[in-house]
């Protein structure tokens, strides 16, 4: 069963535009929400995280926005650069000892950005 | 670069055969976790070890088994492989009682 929904499936933007990709969740445990960005050929890379105490967080050009009561979260990119173009997935996971490193990922969402 | 480095980088098997693959988490780092990435598909969760137990395990056959050692590196095992086990294989590390995860570059596992 997929727990994490993630939308859209492809994305196209020019540069300097703002390309949103959104995340739906099932499961009410989880409460560690973070995006990863991967390059083919390479392994994820830690993005930005949030907790669901904060329905927004910050790191340069990422944003991340969460609603708990809606179970959503998605992603931002300001200012996009054609070196964005990547494959970005969310994930979540539980807290509790066994249960932390239990990403549950997205199916991704493959970004282009134009020059 | 995150510090965690995995080997072999490309690896092609014969449906039957056995692999093993390997990990080295990041320093500092004491728990290691398993992923395989379908092509076109998210990360799925294989298993996770931490001080050298297996602590958690996600919906995958027995013939996958992992081992971590006293450096806190990891290798992940598959018996009999199946021409479905094709897949880029992806260990991340963490530690210090923080939450975030850091994967290295993969294993791309071909099985023909």
């Known amino acids: 069963q997929q727990q994490v929904k993630q939308s859209p499936q492809s994305l196209i933007v020019q540069k300097g535009g703002i390309p949103i990709i959104n995340c739906a969740y099932e499961n009410t445990a989880f409460d560690y929400f973070p995006w990863y960005q991967q390059f083919p050929g390479k392994g994820p890379a830690l993005l930005i995280a949030?907790?669901?105490?904060?329905s927004e967080k910050k790191e340069g050009r990422f944003t991340i926005s969460f609603n708990k009561s809606a179970k959503q979260f998605s992603l931002h990119i300001m200012d996009s650069q054609p070196g964005d173009s990547a494959t970005y997935f969310c994930?979540?996971?539980?807290?509790?000892?066994?249960?932390?490193?239990?990403?549950?990922f997205g199916q991704g969402t493959t970004l282009q950005v134009k020059p | 670069e995150t510090g965690v480095t995995q080997s072999p980088t490309h690896l092609i098997k014969t449906r039957g055969q056995q692999v093993t693959l390997r990990c080295s988490s990041q320093?500092?780092?004491?728990?290691v976790s398993w992923y395989q990435q379908a092509l076109g598909q998210g990360p799925q969760f294989i298993f996770q070890y931490y001080r050298e137990e297996e602590n958690g395990r996600g919906n995958f056959p027995p013939r996958f088994s992992g081992l971590q050692f006293p450096n806190y590196s990891s290798e992940l095992n598959v018996n009999a492989l199946e021409l479905d086990d094709s897949a880029l294989y992806l260990c991340?590390?963490?530690?210090?009682?923080?939450?975030?995860?850091?994967f290295g570059q993969g294993t791309r596992l071909t099985v023909v």
């Open positions: 949030i907790r669901p105490d904060v």
């Open positions: 991340a590390s963490r530690g210090g009682g923080r939450t975030e995860a850091f």
């Open positions: 994930a979540a996971s539980k807290s509790g000892s066994s249960n932390t490193g239990k990403l549950i």
């Open positions: 320093s500092g780092h004491n728990t």
